[in-house]
T-cell receptor, first 115, second 114 residues
Framework: AQSVTQLGSHVSVSEGALVLLRCNYS??????LFWYVQYPNQGLQLLLK??????LVKGINGFEAEFKKSETSFHLTKPSAHMSDAAEYFC?????????????FGKGTKLSVIP | DTGVSQDPRHKITKRGQNVTFRCDPI?????LYWYRQTLGQGPEFLTY????????KSRLLSDRFSAERPKGSFSTLEIQRTEQGDSAMYLC????????????FGQGTRLTVV
């Protein structure tokens, strides 16, 4: 079974400050890992994904994440927060060998950006 | 291509009524997924189709829930005898059944059972 833990249901940062959203996963097999962003009353948009290639993954809107197997982590970072980054962020894991590619999500972290 | 579309966006229903939601995936995508998202939680997998075949159902999908994808294109999710606990956002996603492929999500249908 797979699971995702996102540390911190709410994170507040000042505009221009570093964004760090934490994600730890549990998986019995080498996983695929994803970060999605959700704006209010909207669906989910993929920010970036790790699929066993480079461990440092760059995504859209200046976000990146690093896969650390020893720490079972996939934390999301952005050097400088913008007001438009305020949203909810979900980390997700899938088992590439399962065939279904279904995603198991964390509970999400709501990011607030303070002007 | 307009992406994954879901209809309706919002639905308010009385407890005990039946509701049906529709999802139109991206046209060339052969896989379609349904997820449910309750307040303060991440989306949870319900079921998925490859073409018209329903290949997996979560234990969350009680016998009051039924999903179809009759011609391998659009899909419907029906909830019979709705309960207040069914209130949630129902999300549809589609993808191609190949590795490394992104799942594209619709904007969801928000169900409120009163």
């Amino acid at each position: 079974a797979q699971s995702v833990t996102q540390l911190g249901s709410h994170v507040s940062v000042s505009e221009g400050a570093l964004v760090l959203l934490r994600c730890n996963y549990s998986s019995s097999v080498p996983p695929y890992l994803f970060w999605y962003v959700q704006y209010p009353n909207q669906g989910l948009q993929l920010l970036l994904k790790y699929t066993s290639a480079a461990t440092l993954v760059k995504g859209i809107n200046g976000f990146e994440a690093e896969f650390k197997k020893s720490e079972t982590s996939f934390h999301l970072t952005k050097p400088s927060a913008h007001m438009s980054d305020a949203a909810e962020y979900f980390c997700a894991v899938s088992d590439p060998g399962a065939g279904s590619y279904q995603l198991t999500f964390g509970k999400g972290t709501k990011l607030s950006v303070i002007p | 291509d307009t992406g994954v579309s879901q209809d309706p966006r919002h639905k308010i229903t009385k407890r005990g009524q039946n509701v049906t939601f529709r999802c139109d995936p991206i046209s060339e995508h052969n896989r379609l997924y349904w997820y449910r998202q309750t307040l303060g939680q991440g989306p949870e997998f319900l079921t998925y189709f490859q073409n018209e075949a329903q290949l997996e159902k979560s234990r969350l999908l009680s016998d009051r829930f039924s999903a179809e994808r009759p011609k391998g294109s659009f899909s419907t999710l029906e909830i019979q005898r709705t309960e207040q606990g069914d209130s949630a956002m129902y999300l549809c996603a589609s993808t191609l059944a190949t590795l490394h492929t992104e799942a594209f999500f619709g904007q969801g249908t928000r169900l409120t059972v009163v």
